[in-house]
């Protein structure tokens, strides 16, 4: 009699490694589509608010702890990852919070995405909508945190639902006039 162990290992040890370099992608991308306006910012534009700064630093926190959770399981520390995820559900009602926030301050001062229709109300729905999905997934994640397949797949998905304005300022043309266009009363 054979017995083949070979496929459930090599599933998980793909997974590991899958998981953990989506982690480093989407840190990539988020300092690739931020570097110009918060990471690297220059001297020459104008300061970030308190509140833009806290997003900021949360969102980025968001990112750091993803590549940490994602590491220690792909290094079989998931006894830290379990204690880790208690402040990983802290840490996500705050950037849910902040991107309420920081949405609904970009709608108050009138900035839309340009193009055919610049109304700040339809640029408003753009992160209003990923952060809504953010907060979503990551309840579905937590609920179903001993579903070990479940529980990674949504954490993942959150975490790309949080990439939409990363990817889009790495995509567009680095003229910030061109892609947000401030309404003045």
Not at 41 to 51: C, E, H, Q, S, Y
Not at 54 to 79: C, P
Not at 130 to 146: C, K, N, W
């Amino acid at each position: 009699m054979t017995l083949i162990f070979d496929r459930p290992v090599r599933r998980q040890q793909t997974d590991r490694i899958f998981f953990t370099s989506m982690a480093f992608l989407a840190a990539l991308s988020v300092f690739v589509g931020f570097s110009p306006s918060y990471f690297l910012r220059g001297a020459a534009l104008a300061p970030l608010t308190p509140l833009y700064h806290l997003h900021g630093a949360l969102f980025t926190a968001w990112i750091a702890l993803f590549i940490v959770q994602t590491s220690l399981v792909a290094g079989f520390r998931t006894d830290l990852h379990r204690k880790l995820g208690v402040g990983g559900a802290v840490l996500a009602a705050c950037v849910f919070v902040a991107g309420v926030a920081v949405s609904i301050e970009t709608l108050r001062r009138g900035v839309s995405g340009g193009g055919t229709n610049s109304d700040p109300r339809y640029f408003f729905a753009i992160p209003m909508g990923d952060i809504i999905v953010f907060g979503l997934l990551v309840m579905a994640a937590i609920l179903l945190r001993r579903n070990t397949q479940a529980h990674k797949r949504l954490m993942l998905l959150a975490t790309i639902s949080l990439l939409t304005a990363a990817v889009a300022r790495s995509l567009v043309q680095r003229d910030e006039s061109w892609f947000f266009t401030l309404r003045t009363p």
